[in-house]
């Protein structure tokens, strides 16, 4: 687990969707909507950045197919581009897309935010479940 940047009693109690604390997903590269490691959301996060997944080049393909570029660098807002194997916040419906075109990559569910659950079945999301090695 990553830690965060601020002591746990500064930050509210967020969960996954397994129901447990939300684990960090990345701090390289630094992910989520907060830019803090984690897939936190709030009112701000339209997008529902929520979803931890574990880049595939395929579903990279996909994704700048359907108009989202992860892979391009874009050094004017900190973003190194993504390459396979990186982790990284993505919105929920973004993710879903990608699974019913059966390009979804794997989901770190103890990353993944509860709210989620709001757009993509659990069911759907432990299909698509990261194993660490």
């Not at 993944?112 to 659990?122: G, N, R, Y």
Request: contains cysteine; negative net charge.
């Amino acid at each position: 687990m990553i830690a965060f940047d601020r002591p746990a009693a500064d930050r509210p109690a967020e969960r996954n969707v397994l129901g447990g604390p939300l684990a960090a997903c990345s701090r390289e590269p630094l992910t989520g909507f907060f830019r803090d490691g984690c897939c936190r959301t709030g009112p701000e996060d339209t997008g529902a950045h929520t979803v931890c997944a574990v880049m595939t080049a395929a579903f990279l393909e996909f994704t700048v197919a359907a108009g989202n570029d992860l892979v391009t660098p874009r050094p004017q807002w900190g973003f190194p581009g993504l390459v396979a194997g990186d982790r990284w916040c993505l919105c929920a419906a973004r993710w879903l897309e990608a699974a019913r075109a059966g390009m979804a990559p794997l989901v770190v569910l103890e990353a993944t935010h509860e709210k989620s659950l709001e757009i993509v079945p659990l069911d759907l999301l432990r299909r698509h479940a990261f194993e660490a090695a």
